[in-house]
């Protein structure tokens, strides 16, 4: 998709049992749950905004965004705060697991229908040796 040999990072995180991975370079911060403030008349996935070190950032349940169903708060549950051009909001996860590098090369464009996520959310499908990560585009999730 980028070229040859070009390593790119990705955040690793987990909705049910599925992997998925968002460019680094789109994340600010991973944070633990915390108490959010619902918003009235917003989308059944948008759950309210928190309140992260003075700046008040929208959060999305992306389970449900995704016809997933809702998350099932845990200790192990993750707010992803991501970026893209000025918008920044928090994605609810199931857990963040890790930093992973992906070689270009192993990035294959997405089919055009992922099970209940619309393939235009998917910015393509790493393949790793024992693991398929789906690799999101952060800015067709915000729809900017």
Avoid at 22 to 44: A, F, G, H, N, Y
């Amino acid at each position: 998709m980028d070229g040859k040999g070009i390593m790119k990072q990705f955040v690793v995180f987990k909705l049910d049992d599925e992997e998925y991975g968002i460019d680094i370079l789109q994340v600010k911060t991973i944070e633990k749950m915390s108490e959010i403030t619902r918003v009235p008349k917003t989308s059944s996935y948008v759950k309210g905004v928190i309140n992260l070190r003075g700046e008040i950032v929208p959060i999305i349940d992306l389970k449900e965004k995704f016809n997933l169903g809702e998350s099932a708060l845990t200790e192990n549950t993750r707010i992803i705060i991501v970026y893209a051009d000025e918008t920044i909001v928090g994605l609810i996860v199931d857990s963040a697991t890790e930093v992973i590098d992906i070689d270009s090369e192993l990035i294959e464009e997405p089919p055009e229908s992922i099970g209940n996520i619309e393939s235009g959310n998917v910015y393509g499908i790493g393949k790793l040796e024992e693991r398929i990560v789906i690799l999101l585009d952060v800015q067709k999730i915000l729809n900017i």
